[in-house]
């Protein structure tokens, strides 16, 4: 198989993700205290993959990246399909703590191991394909998985979820691609300290500002993640079919983003802080708004500099060097699943206290000042 055709083959497992997103949400809704156990359902993939995250780096430096990606898909398989077979709230969260971990791994391995597969040179070409393919599954996705969910139940999407893992981890095992540079490099003392990692960063003012921003991103991203299936709920009433277009709208925004990121001729850095910047004002004004039709368009609108900011971010990590790479990106993926689980703590105490629109808010104005600040310190620094 041409290895570029994986890329197609990761994109069928996030398929299978963002059905299963909707599934679990709707099963979720049958539980007493349903708020609650959402929130745990998202705390809980975060804590795992921040958890996990320093230890994913290592691995994924240390050993085999394909192995890693293989070991992960597998395991997620399995976990998943335990919910489908056992759907109570203690299967469901201990499930959710598990693939937070696995897909922290396997993320950092893959992204870890584009610039070796396809060089450095078609990086933002290879991320602007990804996103686009991870934005058409999510068109797919999301609207499959609230249809399926609404007339056929929660237990077919999720075991297609888990059989799309398994698929992914049995192409994997018949693929092969060099290891440019070397991962043994990584074994040695110096590659393998994480004081190392951290110095590396000090000394790359822009990976260092995309791994501290990761903090503020995974908040408000965590904020619309929460609140979309209680802004379908208010709309529409209990309507998983709605809840899985709203996610349609963002991945159709991500698929159009994505396309155009990868033909500008921008500074990478000054793209995606841009893009992170008016994607904050696009979730706002989907949450100010009264009817579905306003809100999907809203969401389209966000969905484009969401996707144009994935691609530059993508492009800009994968720039560290091949054996701190995948520490850098556990470094960066600590940070981002904290933000996730920090924000998923607050999001219903928010909310209770402030409105849902309230707590997106908030959210979203935090990042926006992070964006403003991260950007002054960079403009700072290149005129020392």
């Known amino acids: 198989m041409n290895i570029k055709w994986y890329l197609y083959v990761n994109a069928l497992s996030s398929l299978g993700s963002r059905m299963n997103l909707i599934a679990c949400s709707a099963l979720i809704f049958t539980f007493e205290h349903s708020a609650y156990w959402m929130t745990a359902f998202f705390v809980a993939r975060q804590l795992g ?34 919910i489908a077979f056992y759907p109570t709230p ?106 190392v990692t951290l110095r590396y960063l000090r000394e790359t003012p822009v990976l260092l500002t995309i791994s501290l921003l990761a903090f503020l991103v995974s908040l408000s991203t965590s904020a619309y993640n929460y609140g979309l299936p209680f802004l379908a709920d208010q709309l529409h009433g209990s309507d998983a ?29 000054n793209g995606m802080l841009i893009a992170y910047a008016v994607f904050s004002v696009g979730i706002v004004g989907a949450f100010a708004a009264n009817h579905a039709v306003s809100v999907l368009m809203l969401l389209v609108f966000a969905g484009l500099f969401s996707g144009a900011a994935q691609v530059y971010e993508s492009t800009l990590l994968q720039q560290a060097q091949n054996e701190l790479r995948g520490k850098v990106m556990g470094v960066q993926g600590l940070l981002s699943r904290s933000g996730y689980f920090a924000g998923f703590l607050m999001a219903p105490f928010l909310a209770g206290a402030f409105t849902l629109f309230g707590m997106l808010v908030f959210a979203q104005l935090m990042l926006v000042a992070g964006v403003i600040g991260f950007g002054l310190y960079l403009v700072f620094l290149s005129k020392k």
């Open 49 to 82: 993959g921040m958890l996990f995250s320093p230890l994913a780096g290592m691995l994924a430096d240390r050993m085999d990246r394909r192995r890693t990606m293989i070991a992960s898909d597998m395991g997620a398989g399995l976990a998943i399909l335990a």
């Open 90 to 195: 203690y299967v469901l969260i201990a499930a959710a703590f598990l693939n937070g971990m696995l897909y922290t791994l396997f993320h950092i391995s893959f992204q870890a191991s584009l610039p070796q597969i396809f060089g450095s040179e078609q990086l933002v070409q290879i991320n602007g394909l990804k996103v686009r393919l991870e934005s058409l599954v999510g068109i797919m996705g999301f609207m499959l998985g609230g249809w399926l969910t609404d007339h056929y139940g929660y237990t077919i999407v999720i075991t297609l979820d888990a059989a799309s893992f398994l698929f992914s981890a049995w192409i994997l095992t018949g693929l092969r691609w060099e290891e440019k540079g070397d991962n043994a490099l990584a074994t040695s003392k110096a590659a393998s300290s994480f004081r």
């Open 241 to 269: 079919t709605l809840h899985g277009l709203m996610w349609t709208a963002m991945s159709i925004g991500g698929l159009i983003g994505s396309y155009v990121a990868a033909r500008l001729r921008v500074k990478l850095v």
